[in-house]
């Protein structure tokens, strides 16, 4: 065989014509492309920011960039979402309804149902992959919330984390909030971000937009043409309710006229705005029991004051929100694409509840409680904290009252299925795709109509299986008529709505809906029936003038349920949280860190110590001069620590903001452990120990059973990292590193405490066939 041969690889080289490449065609393999001149998507969540809340929505609040964007493009004024964080950010990335992606509720638990898997689906393509295999480039900034606590540390499995739902860059937070000042945990794509201690004026809100502005720079700057899908995720105006010092003096005193006068304002210039149809009814303050309000003239001065603190920290993180948008806008007009850019701006459900009735100056604390008998809250501390909120000290969050002025003019808040549960800003910009400008559109949508509406826009097809298997029926039918038409129908005629046992329908224009009363038969519930197209607000109950009527959506609505996995509802003994898979309990056991871990993941650090009693024990070798943290479990909204200073050894117990310090005295040459045992948490009150040797040094009594995810920063040993449990400690020495030689830290969690709610989960279980 000659080499002149075409069947050798190199024919032609010795001095003849290559008659392989001139008889052969090049391949190569396709690559997904996006149509020429695709626009630019981006996507910005807020997080529990209600209906009336923006400027062109009828708030006080200072929003132009949002209000230019409204008034250079649509918004819509009939857009629902679902009523919890995770449940909507699982319908607008996948186009389901909640529980048929796997979220029926806020990702924190896994009680093994399918509808309450928290974490999405392995069949439903995201909105991250469809762009992703069009030619986009994927990017994300922000809060995540789609996968369950005990995936969110570095052994993972990290199946559902952003880069394995199709994002192909991501920064953000994956619990679903953070401390803004001093962020608990950040993720840079597959990996926690070591951080220390951040910058005296770090704000999260800003460090999200650096971030989603590197990334655009790093697609354009790496190809000329390609286009780029955002989802920014905002993790405001969640609590806790922290802001930047110059924003919050810009909103000093504002609301000192109380919600009920704020509430009639923004009710008024929603009737200017068109918001809202005239003749919409401003319904009374919110009665119903357990979510009732109290008149703020009827308020005592200290809670006056305290309340109009919390409040104008919101308006703060609102403008912060809105300077964002700003920052985006003019880079993208820097780099001459904002024309060609669609812009959609939501929220993931009204205004939040979770303040309770007087707020709070520590959020873990009034997470713990939901009823004004508790004895949890105090007024006159919240309001000891008022030069300090809104700062990294404090974790505030506002009460109902200020959820309801949010929510105008609707009825109730976040988690209700009433309309201020999730009817909420909806707003869509794209000069040069969108004709419209400062149109208002008063179809009935739903969040799940989001993807295939984008799809549509940017001429893409969505897939109906995925790596051959079949997608679940979607649940949203694009609506980008109305873009162009305000006169055509909504393109959404029905939708069913569930959160923690309240339940809802809407149907052509009618909606029933129940307010769920804890451990009590759902049997026995009563449902309340409104026409929307005439009573937006839910001003009249019309169930008793047409039973036929409701009699029919509560059967839509129970149909609904069975064909979307919404079953077992929580009948309020809250089952779903308590109970967790066997896997759970292989991180109950004793474990050994050494100096130099990472900070252990905050999931992973509560099994140690969650509802029992712990013993915590230091291996080292003391030198006088030796001083710094030994270990810190838990940040400014409640936590644990032990160090030396000047010789002595103290231990930090920070009980939700109160402070308790023990000293445990000079500690010798040559001491090689010290301890430290936590006792007595049957009674929901630990009694600390702490020891040099075998030498009791100390004890503090009575300190409250840290719960409700505190302490929300993990384990450090050596050092306390970012958020500490301790100011007065960080002030002296920041984190505080360990100067001398330690061994390791070893933590025992006992047994778990007798009234733990998992230990009554048969009792919990039988219980709830009697609320059937």
Known sequence: MS???????????????????????????????????????????????GFADLGCYGSEIDTPELDAIAANGIRYTNFHVNPMCSPTRASMLTGLNHHMAGMGHVAHSDPGFPGYAHELRDNAVTMAELYRDNGWASLMVGKWHLCKDSNLSEAGPRHSWPLQKGFERYYGILDGFTNFHQPHRLYEDNHHVHVDQYPDDYYFTDDLTDHAITMIDEVRSSHP??????????????????????????????????????????????????????????????????????????????????????????????????????????????????????????????????????????????????????????????????????????????????????????????????????????????????GAR???????????????TLAEMTGIEVPTAKNGVQLPTPAGESFVGSLTDPAVDSTHPEQYYEMIGNRGFYRDGWSAV??????????????????????????????????????????????????????????????????????????????????????????RALQLIY????????????TPGDEGMLFAHGDQGGGYAMYIDDGRLWFAFNGYGDMTVVDGGSVAAG?????????????FRWDARIDIGDRPVGEALDLPVLMAMAPFEGIDVGIDRRSPVSWAVYEKHGPFPYTGALDGVTYRPGELADNAGVRFLDYMLEAGTRFE
């Open 225 to 434: 043409t390609k286009p780029f899908f955002l989802y920014y995720a905002h993790g405001a105006v969640h609590a806790p309710l922290q802001a930047k010092s110059a924003d919050m003096e810009k909103y000093r005193g504002m609301y000192e006229a109380g919600w009920d006068r704020i509430r009639q304002q923004r009710y008024e210039r929603q009737l200017e705005l068109g918001v809202i149809p005239p003749g919409t009814v401003l319904p009374p303050r919110n009665s119903e029991e357990n979510h009732e309000i109290t008149a703020w003239d009827d308020l005592s001065d200290m809670q006056r004051e305290t309340f109009a603190r919390y409040m104008e920290i919101f308006a703060a993180m609102v403008d912060s929100i809105d300077q964002s948008v700003g920052r985006l806008r003019e880079h993208l007009q820097a780099m001459g694409e904002w024309d060609n850019t669609i812009i959609v701006f939501t929220s993931d459900n009204g205004g939040s509840r979770e303040g309770q009735y007087d707020g709070t100056s520590q959020y873990f604390r009034t997470l713990l409680v939901q009823t004004r008998e508790s004895g949890m809250e105090d007024i006159a501390v919240d309001h000891s904290r008022l030069d300090l909120m809104g700062g990294p000290q404090t974790l505030p969050h506002y009460p109902l009252g200020w959820a309801m002025v949010s929510n105008t003019p609707l009825r109730m808040y976040k988690i209700n299925t009433h309309q201020g549960g999730h009817q909420v800003p909806f707003i869509v910009h794209w000069p040069d795709g969108l």
């Open 514 to 603: 129940t307010l769920r009363r804890p451990r009590t038969p759902f049997s026995e519930e009563q449902w309340e029936l409104h026409h929307l197209a005439d009573d937006p607000s839910e001003s009249r109950d019309l169930a008793g003038e047409h039973p036929e009527k409701l009699a029919e959506l509560v059967d839509a609505w129970e149909e609904a349920a069975w064909a979307n996995q919404v079953f077992p509802l929580d009948e309020g003994n809250f089952v779903k949280m308590v109970q967790k898979p066997p896997s759970d309990e292989e991180f109950v056991a004793e474990v050994r860190l050494r100096p130099g871990t990472p900070t252990l993941e905050r999931w």
């Open 671 to 683: 001491t090689r452990q010290v301890s430290l045992a936590m006792k007595g948490a049957e009674m």
């Open 438 to 452: 400062g149109e208002i559109r008063r179809q009935y949508q739903h969040i799940t109509d989001l993807l295939p």
């Open 611 to 622: 509802a029992r009693d712990f013993e915590v024990t230091v291996d080292l070798d003391y």
């Open 3 to 49: 080499s002149t041969d075409p069947t050798l690889p190199y024919a032609g080289f010795d001095g003849t014509v290559g008659r392989i490449f001139s008889t052969s065609e090049p391949s190569w393999p396709a690559r997904p492309t996006a149509p020429a001149g695709a626009p630019n998507i981006i996507v910005m969540l807020a997080d529990d920011l």
